[in-house]
């Protein structure tokens, strides 16, 4: 069965820094591309970053130059280090993937983590 589990999140000044974890379990054959959302109280749910498996990478404006999305291949783990936060950046961050689990087939699957709570206090 495959899973996403999140780490990392946490309560923080404005202007401090945290780093949330994404892993990737089960039987995967590969990783197309790897990301963060995130969902702040009533709002929808909007990206931040997003990894590709061809290195591509995208950043929500509102985070460019803040955050920086990396990835380490051997653990099937996505890394989001969040720095100068701001109260604004408050939300639930989930964790989103789509996988190639059968390397027999192109069927592509989509899956989410639990969420982590990120809460930055001004």
């Known amino acids: 069965q495959v899973q996403l589990v999140e780490s990392g999140g946490g309560l923080v000044q404005a202007g401090g820094s945290l780093r949330l974890s994404c892993a990737a379990s089960g039987s995967i054959f590969s990783i197309n591309f790897m990301g963060w959302y995130r969902q702040a109280l009533g709002k929808q749910r909007e990206l931040v970053a997003v990894l590709t498996s061809g290195d591509s990478i995208k950043y929500a404006d509102s985070v460019k130059g803040r955050f920086t999305i990396s990835r380490d291949n051997a653990k099937n783990t996505v890394l989001l280090q969040m720095n100068s936060l701001q109260p604004e950046d408050t939300a639930v961050y989930y964790c989103?993937?789509?996988?190639?689990?059968?390397?027999?087939?192109?069927?592509?699957?989509?899956?989410w983590g639990q969420g982590t709570q990120v809460t930055v206090s001004s």
């Open positions: 989103n993937a789509q996988l190639v689990l059968d390397g027999t087939s192109s069927s592509t699957f989509q899956y």
